[in-house]
């Protein structure tokens, strides 16, 4: 990797930086405050769906907040990291000031550092073992931060490092849809030396990172340069491609494929099949964002229709809900507001995002559930007749089961309704695929510690294996999908 003197330079020699690394004592470290990201100002983000919210550590911020990390002998951060990141050698990089050493890490792993960085729920895995957390009962190293820090300043440095690739072997691999679960299973098959092709149904590649995470929580160029530094590593993207309608798997098959992997996720939105749910204005969250985040529908020069109304409800508690209800906001609803059905304890969405939802001003009316949409004499839903909940005992997932409250009904103005409440396997592949073992819910049975479906030479992940994952969990399966398929390929072609 070369770099100029000026760039080694200016990267190197800083006072400050000199400073901190004589901060070596633990009680030093332990002394050091948690950096606090900057953001955006709400009055400013919510003009526009391009305009990032969070905006990043300062190089001063990230050693200073790499710093604080106590390197421990049994790191069990490591153990919260579904892609299995060295997470203190990153980390202890940033604090020397090695900052592309530290990128060069995250790619050893992870093929998604920067977007990882920034959607990926750190405070329920790796920051949770942190140390600070399990032993101190202090807020833990900052490791999201740190590790969108270190991708963007790779990035936006110019020097993009390409993980080390083992000679290729020739074998063809398909992978089939392009979100995190695919891309993270190609970039680790193409460092095994895999002939490694992406098929996408959409006209972009990104699967969810594009059409279903707004830009002011992951913008596209970010999601474009991860994709590319897959192309570097040889790894191929056919667009425009359904894989069980434009070709079937035998036709891939007889191109020459020899394994495939299924990471086409949960697409199939749910509804709550409640009266007047058919009325127009209202829509799945699915199709909001993919107008918004794909088609660009909140541009003047879009030919993209969106939905947009004065008053906009989202019923649902989850990330995606809060991503709606936020979009809602910046495509100029006056009111909008989540129907949650639980309390706000119980929301799945990340503190962090229902922190910037209320400063942007959504309203959250919790313990509601929606019983009835009421349209206007054009067939345009107009009022949504709710009911307050009250939590009563556990059900099967653990939370207080939200029971009606008698006689508690109202009604609420809106003119559109965005539902959020779920979705379902996307059927394409397990409906095409005869002898494809599939649960009641429409998810492909794999054997977990492989990934590898009743189809040995087809392995799969993500949403499409559990019904509605996380971005790093679908990157986890994608990673154990790839080491599994390595050992069976391994054995069939390359073992003689």
């Not at 209202?282 to 985040?293: D, F, G």
């Not at 009421?374 to 009022?383: S, Y």
């Not at 409906?431 to 590898?452: A, F, H, P, R, Y």
């Amino acid at each position: 990797m070369e770099r100029s003197e000026e760039y080694i330079k200016n990267e190197r020699k800083q006072d400050w930086r000199v400073a901190l690394q004589k901060k070596t004592k633990a009680k030093d470290r332990m002394s050091i405050e948690r950096a606090l990201m900057a953001e955006t100002e709400p009055e400013l983000r919510i003009k526009s769906q391009r305009i990032e919210v969070n905006t990043g550590l300062t190089q001063e911020q990230a050693i200073l907040e790499a710093t604080r990390c106590m390197d421990c002998v049994n790191p069990t951060c490591m153990e919260g990291c579904p892609v299995s990141i060295n997470i203190p050698k990153f980390i202890k990089n940033i604090e020397r000031g090695e900052i592309l050493e530290a990128a060069s890490v995250l790619k050893e792993t992870s093929a998604l550092p920067a977007v990882c960085g920034r959607v990926c729920p750190q405070e329920l895995q790796c920051e949770q073992k942190c140390f600070y957390v399990e032993k101190l009962n202090q807020p833990a190293v900052a490791i999201g931060y740190l590790e969108r820090f270190a991708a963007d300043f790779e990035r936006e440095s110019g020097h993009l490092a390409t993980p080390e690739l083992r000679p290729s072997n020739g074998i063809k691999v398909a992978v089939i849809g392009s979100g995190p679960s695919g891309l993270s299973f190609a970039g680790d098959m193409a460092k095994l030396g895999y002939d490694v092709t992406v098929f996408e149904a959409l006209h972009e590649i990104g699967g969810v990172l594009k059409y279903g995470i707004p830009e002011f929580r992951l913008p596209n160029a970010v999601v474009d340069v991860e994709i590319e530094s897959l192309r570097r590593m040889g790894v191929k993207f056919i667009t425009n491609y359904i894989v069980g309608q434009t070709a079937s798997l035998d036709d891939l098959k007889a191109d020459g494929y020899k394994a495939f992997y299924v990471g086409s996720g949960a697409g199939l939105p749910r509804f709550m099949n409640i009266p007047g749910e058919n009325a127009n204005g209202i829509l799945s969250s699915n199709e909001y964002l993919t107008r918004v985040n794909l088609m660009g529908a909140d541009s003047e020069e879009s030919d993209t229709p969106v939905l947009r109304g004065k008053n906009v409800v989202v019923v649902g508690g989850g990330n995606t809900a809060m991503d709606s209800v936020r979009t809602a906001k910046r495509l100029g609803a006056e009111r909008a507001m989540i129907v949650y059905r639980r309390s706000e304890e119980e929301m799945p969405a990340r503190v962090e995002e229902v922190h910037h939802a209320k400063q942007e001003g959504v309203e959250f009316l919790t313990l509601t559930n929606p019983i009835e949409y009421i349209a206007d004499e054009n067939g345009r839903v107009c009022q949504m007749k709710v009911q307050k909940m009250e939590l009563g005992e556990p059900d099967a997932s653990g939370r207080r089961r939200p029971v009606p409250v008698e006689g508690s009904e109202y009604i609420l103005d809106c003119e559109v309704v965005v539902v959020a409440v779920g979705v379902s396997p996307n059927p394409l592949i397990p409906n095409s695929v005869e002898g494809l073992e599939v649960s009641k819910w429409g998810t492909i049975e794999v054997v977990k510690d492989k990934m590898q479906s009743s189809i040995p030479e087809m392995f799969a992940g993500g949403d499409i294996v559990r019904g509605g994952a996380t971005v790093i969990l679908a990157m986890g399966d994608g990673r154990k999908a790839a080491k599994n398929m390595d050992i069976y390929l391994t054995e069939k072609y390359l073992s003689n």
